[in-house]
């Protein structure tokens, strides 16, 4: 049904939606933070995104959803590796030495790699001055807070995390590029929870060839890491999944993507007044241009068949 034809739904069912998708996203980052450093990285990751994918697929099969085909379902765990063990599995692992909001900042620039894999792959977007400019300032965030030549009063943060997350942030890039050419499920529900599903498996897969369960002991695990694992499943991935989806059906896809620039600066203050991370010039600054690079990429024109990319891709959650 065309937006302009769906009822136009109550004022606080709006406003609450947009609430769940800019702080309960922004939060989850903490609540990674808190699970990991008792739970190993994929481990934890699998047990997200295992127990996610399989309630939005039992859910949609019950509403008489088909089951993704063969083919279909080679999609979503080619998409599942990329987006679910080398995104999320590495964004788990960076946290352990990545503070979360800077985590969250530095996977805001996705949609800066997303440009890149558009202007030289795709060929849907061409560098103008004006993107260009944007991409050498989200640059400039990113080295702002990895740089050790740079003195601004606190440590940068790790390297490997660091890298981890640029990492992830490409193979997040790079799935987007394929979902314009592999086959996927119809309905961007069921693609999504397929796609949850067969990245949790591969992430417990991955867990097992990376040795995390040998010595994982779920008896010693705190109520804390475990209460981080509820909220990160409930709140952060069907909660706030069915948040998003809902929205994109009632408000246009430019104003439901202003998460992007949002959850990074919800994820720092989380990060501060919850979680006792520092936040000093080199935060404030990275932080800064990092975001100010988000928000002119994302409302850079596109052309449609660039606009159909980004509203296929956005359908799974981005933290």
Same mark, same amino acid.
């Given at each position: 049904?065309?937006?302009?034809a769906?009822?136009r739904?109550?004022?606080w ?5 947009? !609430? ?11 609540? @990674? ?6 739970? /190993?990285?994929?481990v ?9 994918? @399989? ?18 379902w080679?999609?979503?765990s ?23 909001? @800077? !985590? #969250? ?33 989200g640059?400039?965030g ?14 940068? @943060? ?5 890298l #981890? ?16 050419k ?15 599903? #067969?990245?949790g ?5 991955? !867990?097992?060839l990376l040795g ?11 109520s %804390? ?6 909220y ?9 999944f069915?948040a998003?989806?809902?929205?994109? %059906?009632?408000?246009s ?10 959850n990074? !600066?919800?994820?720092?203050?989380v990060?501060?007044?919850l ?14 241009l ?13 052309q449609?068949?660039s #606009? ?9 959650? /981005?933290?």
């Amino acid at each position: 049904m065309p937006m302009e034809a769906t009822p136009r739904p109550h004022l606080w069912k709006v406003l609450l939606a947009f !609430a769940i998708i800019y702080f309960v996203w922004g939060s989850t980052f903490l609540a @990674i933070r808190v699970g990991v450093h008792e739970v /190993p990285p994929f481990v934890f990751a699998a047990m997200r995104f295992f127990t996610a994918g @399989i309630v939005l697929y039992a859910w949609l099969r019950a509403r008489g959803t088909p089951s993704p085909t063969r083919r279909e379902w080679a999609s979503a765990s080619l998409l599942g590796l990329l987006i679910f063990v080398l995104d999320y599995g590495l964004l788990f692992w960076a946290e352990q030495r990545v503070p979360s909001g @800077i !985590a #969250a900042v530095m996977m805001a620039t996705i949609p800066a790699f997303m440009a890149l894999a558009e202007i030289l792959i795709l060929r849907t977007q061409k560098l103008t001055l004006r993107l260009g400019v944007a991409l050498l300032v989200g640059l400039a965030g990113v080295a702002v807070l990895v740089s050790h030549s740079v003195n601004l009063g606190d440590a940068p @943060i790790d390297t490997h995390g660091a890298l #981890a997350l640029v990492v992830a942030s490409i193979s997040w890039s790079l799935a987007a590029v394929l979902t314009r050419k592999i086959p996927l499920p119809a309905s961007k529900v069921m693609s999504s929870g397929s796609q949850m599903l #067969a990245g949790g498996i591969l992430l417990a897969v991955a !867990a097992a060839l990376l040795g995390e369960f040998r010595g994982f002991h779920a008896q010693a695990v705190s109520s %804390h890491a475990w209460l981080a694992l509820v909220y990160l499943i409930v709140a952060g991935s069907i909660i706030g999944f069915t948040a998003y989806v809902w929205l994109l %059906h009632h408000e246009s896809p430019t104003k439901v993507g202003t998460y992007a620039y949002v959850n990074p !600066a919800v994820a720092v203050l989380v990060g501060y007044f919850l979680g006792g991370e520092a936040i000093g010039a080199r935060t404030v600054l990275g932080t800064f241009l990092v975001l100010v690079s988000v928000v002119v990429i994302t409302t850079t024109p596109k052309q449609a068949n660039s #606009a159909q990319l980004t509203s296929e891709t956005e359908l799974v959650e /981005p933290s």
